[in-house]
């Protein structure tokens, strides 16, 4: 029997478009990209002495912190002393410098044994930048699928390796945690009541973000800030309640206003405008008047401007800037407070990825890249670091000599500290963070006058305005 030969039968499935395979070789690459960093961390923390990779001071005092509260508050009375502020600090003389709440949040962590708090902490650390990244992603117009995710671990293996996130794990620090905290309030929709409680619960851990509230007031957005300021008063109030003598002393006796408290605030882990300020005339005391009139202009212009790209629709750029604010005008903004870099970074690479004329494109990826190679952690060996800040990790600020802690700590502000002797190109690095905090500043106020100015002609033409780049236009879904 002759056999006739059948034609072949084809899929009924349709052929997938080539972005569909694009975003399949995206997210495989993100994948091996974060498995290399974390791999190479791993690495080093298991062939270097722990000093070298953690060095968990910070944390040590949020537990110590937790402890007073689990141990002392049961037992308080009215002629109770104030335990949490009167404590003398750990070894290396560092004091309990946050409000009541957050000693009472630490309560709860200080139940695990320390080591195991160490580990912990890496591991919430390492899992909340994934989130800021992708929460990022989302408020920026990905809101699902493999493009996201894989995005979000393509960026999250360099963001790893940068010095505020490094400096994060190395202390055992929060901030990438209260970051992903007021971010993923803010990413919520606005029908949503209790919006805006996570910036207060934040603001009442640690007291920057309340520079949040001004902004959701200036956006227009007035049921945010006063569900915002609530969550604050309430966190104040449980501390009254908790701890009455502590929280007396620290709110109604004038301990939040002594920034000296955290020590020397010319030291160079500190890049704030105050902190730069001091180091340039050589006395904290004598920079405190030009501070105090730089930081309020500087406060008024940046809520301004995040305001205006906020209304332009550049909601997540606008938070940028709102956080780019608060580090600036902070009396302190430690290194590792610069984590908001990551949402930045990323942000930069979406308006690359969306930017209709090349140039723009070429501006905002050179932004991202930047950030991600001024705030890198680099080997503190190419400049010989200093034993008391690890070896392994640290940003180009880190390049000049600096004050030994344990030195200002003892002796307070002194004329031969080595910050207030640099020059030169250590004036340059020693300062990078708000350096590069103040290009930003001067970049957003630019694109903040440019908005307003097409708003207003729009407006007079009878037209829409024109945006700095098509940031509502729907972007490839997965």
């Known amino acids: 029997m002759t056999t006739v030969p059948q034609p072949a039968v084809r899929s009924m499935r349709p052929a997938r478009p080539a972005w569909y395979r694009d975003r399949r070789w995206l997210l495989a690459g993100g994948t091996a990209a974060f498995a290399v960093a974390m791999a190479g961390y791993a690495v080093f923390v298991l062939t270097h002495p722990r000093v070298q990779w953690m060095e968990p001071v910070d944390l040590r005092v949020y537990t110590d912190g937790g402890l007073i509260v689990r141990h002392i508050a ?59 990244v992708w929460m990022t992603f989302g408020a920026l117009g990905y809101r699902r699928g493999l493009v996201r995710l894989g995005a979000t671990l393509l960026l999250a293996a360099p963001l790893f390796w940068t010095e505020p996130v490094q400096r994060t794990l190395f202390l055992g620090q929060v901030e990438i945690v209260l970051m992903t905290l007021i971010i993923w309030d803010q990413c919520q929709p606005d029908r949503r009541w209790w919006k805006g409680a996570g910036i207060g619960v934040a603001a009442g851990i640690k007291l920057v973000p309340l520079i949040f509230i001004p902004y959701l007031l200036l956006t227009r957005r007035f049921r945010q800030a006063v569900v915002a300021s609530g969550a604050f008063m309430l966190t104040v109030l449980l501390g009254f309640a908790v701890l009455p003598a502590d929280s007396e002393k620290w709110w109604l006796g004038g301990l939040m206003f002594q920034s000296g408290r955290t020590g020397f605030v010319g030291w160079e882990g500190n890049q704030s405008l105050q ?204």
């Not at 870099?341 to 723009?360: C, D, E, G, M």
């Not at 020693?430 to 903040?448: D, S, W």
């Open 275 to 478: 902190a730069i300020i001091s180091r340039l005339i050589g006395n904290v005391a004598r920079a405190q008047p030009a501070w105090l009139v730089i930081a309020v202009v500087t406060a008024v212009a940046g809520l301004t401007c995040a305001a205006i790209l906020d209304r332009a629709g550049h909601r997540m750029v606008g938070l940028l800037a709102c956080a780019l604010t608060g580090l600036l005008v902070s009396p302190i903004s430690w290194d590792h407070h610069w984590v908001w870099i990551v949402p930045a970074a990323v942000a930069a690479v979406v308006y690359a990825a969306r930017a209709r004329r090349l140039a723009a494109r070429l501006a905002a990826a050179a932004l991202a890249a930047g950030i991600v190679l001024a705030f890198g952690a680099w080997p503190g060996s190419l400049w010989g670091e200093p034993d008391d800040l690890g070896g392994f990790s640290k940003g180009l600020i880190w390049a000049p000599p600096n004050t030994n802690p344990s030195t200002y700590y003892r002796l307070g502000d002194r004329r031969r500290f080595a910050e207030y002797h640099w020059h030169g190109l250590q004036l340059i690095t020693g300062n990078l963070y708000v350096l590069v905090g103040m290009a930003l500043f001067v970049l957003l106020v630019v694109l903040a006058v440019g908005s307003a100015a097409r708003a207003r002609a729009a407006r007079s033409a009878g037209g829409p305005a024109r945006q700095l780049t098509p940031a509502t236009a729907a972007p490839p879904q997965g």
């Open 74 to 132: 049961p037992f308080y009375d009215a002629h109770s002393a104030a335990a949490l502020y009167d404590w003398g600090g750990t070894a290396g003389h560092l004091k309990f410098t946050y409000t009541p709440f957050a000693a009472m949040v630490f309560a709860a962590a200080s139940v695990a044994s320390f080591w195991t708090l160490t580990k912990i902490a890496v591991v919430v650390n390492t899992a909340a930048l994934l989130a800021t």
